[in-house]
């Protein structure tokens, strides 16, 4: 079942400033090559435990964590993949049933 809301995703990093702010741009890109609205916010892990996002994403070392912070979180090495990035949510909000 698609979502009735727009979607929340948090890009994580250490700091919450440089790796997820690049993160963000290419996630919002991801999101809309495959036609996905959301509100993508980039942020801290600290600040990101305290938040109830649909979907988190960010490196390993993030991700590892704050996993049970949502449904979704998806791990990724390259930053500026939007291709990578973009299969990689389709195939997650797919599972969820979250895409139209």
């Known amino acids: 079942m698609a979502l009735d809301r727009q979607l929340e995703i948090l890009a994580v990093c250490g700091v919450g400033m440089g790796s997820s702010l690049m993160l963000k741009m290419t ?3 991801a999101l809309r090559s495959i036609g996905v609205d959301a509100r993508v916010e980039n942020t801290d892990v600290s600040t990101a ?5 649909d979907v988190v994403i960010g490196q390993g070392m993030h991700t590892e964590e ?3 912070l949502a449904p979704v979180v998806i ?3 390259d930053f500026l993949d939007k ?14 049933g979250w895409l139209a």
């Not at 990035?85 to 997650?92: F, G, I, K, V, Y």
């Open 27 to 29: 996630a919002e890109d």
């Open 49 to 53: 435990r305290g938040m109830s996002p």
């Open 66 to 68: 704050i996993a049970d």
């Open 75 to 77: 791990t990724i090495s």
């Open 83 to 96: 291709e990578g990035l973009a299969a990689q949510l389709r195939d997650r909000l797919g599972e969820q």
